[in-house]
Nanobody, 122 residues
């Protein structure tokens, strides 16, 4: 099982950028597809971006494509989320997690990390 620690969040003005990192434990990290998710106050957790096991294939939610880029470094057991042109509605706690190969964007079972808070001000 892969466990994750997210970091890199913060307070940024609308239009700004942030880069999130997710360090995963477990020697099997490179065999998993990985995804970023977010949860805003009072809302359900939603999919943001995903990548296959080697970063060769990426996919995004409609609300984040063209602004966010997911990448990974398997040598460092790390997944990144580069976010540009941030909007107030991007404010949320961001998490990374293993995702299904069969149903892209669907998180696999397992515990979630503590996440990292992203706050975008107007």
């Amino acid at each position: 099982q892969v466990q994750t620690v997210e970091s890199g969040g913060g307070l940024v003005q609308a239009g700004g950028s942030l880069r999130l990192s997710c360090v995963a434990s477990g020697r099997s990290f490179s065999s998993y597809d990985m995804g970023w998710f977010r949860q805003a106050p009072g809302k359900e957790r939603e999919f943001v971006a995903g990548t296959n096991w080697n970063g060769g294939k990426t996919y995004y939610a409609d609300s984040t494509k063209d602004r966010f880029t997911i990448s990974r470094d398997n040598d460092k057991n790390t997944v990144y989320l580069q976010m540009h042109n941030l909007k107030v509605e991007d404010t949320a706690i961001y998490y990374c997690h293993t995702v299904s190969v069969v149903v892209p964007g669907t998180p696999l079972s397992g515990s979630w990390g503590q996440g990292t808070q992203v706050t975008v001000s107007s």
